[in-house]
């Protein structure tokens, strides 16, 4: 007897846009049914390694396309792993994975995005694209139990018991009027073609009284000569194992010989996936040995911070039943990790010479890829080498610390920096003021990220590098104004220092200012503004406070008038009000929020109507 089963609220959701939104790219469903076909041979040949014990027949591993113009239907089979009931109703009735909500935001603002299909588990509702109805026919290895799934995609679907000669997964799909295409011959060998020539099983087609044909090549890309594969063949793989549907930036095919052999077969991207920062990510590397594959989720195969790569790293000295809490281990990984990230470093610095394609890919990738200046200390100088950065010489486009050293004016070794969350913003901070005077650059530094390997990478080439509130410069900016008597200067600092006690640490005057009247800036040896402000945004308590200091320019007309009126004791609040205000503009100029918004806005609001 039949069992009637709901889908979950996600599946529903989903469904609606992947039959409705994503509907004109219909022909990717039958990639992702191939795709999950290959899936399930590689996971049954990685079980019969690591569980010698079962008795499972050893057979030719293939999937075989089968189309029916009589009943208008396609089906889509593989002598794979197979499945359970459990496995129906956990992999097909329900989306397991953690991206399920990801996913159908992105397709609300983009209901084109077709090549997020396949990125969150749920390549197989693709199918609902073409197919009014769809029929599971499955026997997982090793079980004597089949099973039938049946589904129109709206209602939920049905689970009961049948039967099945071998083990493995049949899917038949009732194709739409509208989709007659395909069960045209023609129009799946040139899909298979165009989408799943790599897939490294014989991809059949079922002829009928024809016999059967193989469409695809059937051998691993990785392991053929690379004289012997064209630009498109490269592409067509790059697009299987990302999913996605633009060229690849980089391509890097190479093998390693010696006294451990491995290839590799390895694409940067163009565009950053939607997950690059997802605590949970799976990795966008396979790792086979002789071509069989053992897992996706390696941890050490490669470092976090190139996590936008993708491909195959295939390796015969591996034993093939190793397991992956091993693989976690083994010292082999590390060399395959330790030679595999040279030669990416290698050919980063060759994409380097092509600046217009290197700003493209640190564009989608540099805040990711400046991770490695912390995290991978043997490599930490070569990616700081490839790292880019905007500079107060260099606005609207990137520069290196090479480039930095190379246009060095002065003789002092040290590369100056400001960090902060936005370029403009940090161009116009009032601590710049004395180095643009002196014709020295600045490297504007806006992503997160650059508070932490700042405090890592400590010299470069040696080049000492130094926040600029750290900077030991004598320098100074050439005046024409007045400059406040100083003994009432002096009276006028330790009048706000009793004023804003409780925000600053102190008060003092500056010969570093030009502009503005004051700013504000931390001990040395202190955390940053910025990064005490990251650390509070992202819930971190830390008892490293760090204490503000006050800087006060006495050239500036404002400060020059407050020294004039702070004698006169009927003007005392005046002073007072005015120099809250200086005090709030110096933090706006850092980013921070003021301390009284309304006050704010009123004494502003004030002095505003009074001048008018």
Do not use: C
């Not at 989903?14 to 290959?38: A, G, P, Q, T």
């Not at 565009?271 to 071509?291: C, E, H, M, S, W």
């Amino acid at each position: 007897m039949a069992e009637k089963i709901g889908f979950k609220t996600e599946v529903n959701k989903l469904l609606d846009i992947v039959i409705n939104s994503l509907y004109s790219e219909k022909y990717i469903f039958l990639r992702e049914l191939i795709s999950n076909s290959s899936d399930a041979i590689d996971k049954l040949k990685y079980w019969k390694l690591i569980n010698p014990e079962l008795k499972i027949e050893n057979t030719q591993y293939k999937i075989t396309i089968t189309p029916n113009k009589d009943d208008n239907t396609l089906t889509i089979s593989d002598n794979g792993i197979g499945m359970d009931k459990d496995d129906l109703v956990n992999h097909i009735g329900t989306i397991a994975k953690s991206g399920t909500a990801e996913f159908l935001n992105n397709t609300k603002e983009n209901a084109s995005a077709v090549d997020l299909i396949g990125k969150f588990g749920v390549g197989f509702y693709s199918a609902f694209m073409v197919a009014q109805k769809v029929e599971i026919v499955t026997k997982k290895a090793n079980s004597n139990e089949a099973y039938l799934w049946i589904s129109d995609g709206i209602d939920g679907y049905e689970i009961k018991n049948t039967s099945k000669e071998g083990y493995g997964t049949s899917i038949k799909l009732y194709l739409k009027e509208d989709a007659k295409d395909f069960v045209d011959t023609i129009y799946l060998r040139n899909i298979i073609h165009t989408y799943s020539e790599h897939i490294d099983y014989p991809i059949v087609l079922n002829l009928g009284d024809a016999g059967e044909e193989t469409v695809n090549t059937n051998e691993a890309l990785w392991t053929r000569n690379k004289a012997d594969i064209t630009e498109k063949q490269y592409r067509d793989f790059y697009q299987h194992v990302t999913k996605n549907f633009d060229d690849p930036l980089v391509t890097l095919h190479f093998k390693a010989e010696g006294s451990l052999e491995y290839s590799g077969l390895l694409f940067v991207p163009t565009k950053a996936p939607y997950d690059l920062f997802q605590p949970d990510r799976i990795t966008g590397l396979k790792l086979y040995v002789n071509k069989v594959f053992v897992s996706d989720k390696v941890e050490g195969l490669m470092p976090v911070y190139l996590r936008f790569l993708r491909g195959v790293i295939d390796s015969p000295d591996l034993p093939l039943n190793i397991s992956r809490e091993m693989l976690q281990q083994s010292a082999l990984i590390a060399k395959i990790r330790q030679g595999t990230v040279s030669r990416i470093i290698k050919e980063l610095k060759n994409l380097a010479k092509e600046e217009e394609k290197y700003n493209t890919f640190w564009k989608a990738f540099g805040i990711a890829f400046k991770e490695g200046i912390y995290e991978d200390f043997t490599n930490r100088e070569n990616v700081a080498e490839l790292s880019r950065f905007y500079s107060t010489k260099s606005i609207d486009t990137l520069t290196s610390l090479d480039k930095y050293i190379e246009n060095k004016k002065d003789k002092n070794k040290e590369i100056y920096y400001i960090t902060g969350d936005d370029i403009k913003t940090l161009n116009s901070n009032p601590q710049l003021d004395v180095f643009k005077e002196n014709d020295i650059e600045v490297l504007l530094l806006n992503d997160p990220i650059d508070e932490f390997w700042t405090q890592t990478l400590t010299s470069y080439k040696g080049y000492e590098l130094k926040h600029i509130s750290q900077a030991k410069l004598d320098l100074s900016i050439k005046r024409e104004g007045i400059k406040a008597d100083e003994n009432k200067l002096n009276k006028l600092l330790d009048n706000m220092q009793e004023w804003f006690k409780e925000e600053v640490s102190k008060v003092e005057a500056t010969e570093k200012l030009a502009s503005s009247p004051a700013s504000l800036t931390v001990l040395e040896g202190q955390m940053s503004i910025h990064l005490e402000r990251l650390m509070r945004n992202h819930q971190q308590k830390t008892n490293f406070d760090s204490s503000r200091i006050l800087q006060i320019n006495p050239y500036h007309p404002l400060i020059v008038k407050l020294t004039s009126l702070i004698e006169e004791n009927d003007k005392t609040e005046v002073v007072k009000n005015v120099s809250m205000l200086i005090l709030e503009q110096a933090k706006i100029a850092e980013g921070e929020a003021v301390s009284n918004p309304q006050l704010f806005n009123e004494k502003l609001s004030e002095f505003i109507l009074k001048a008018i």
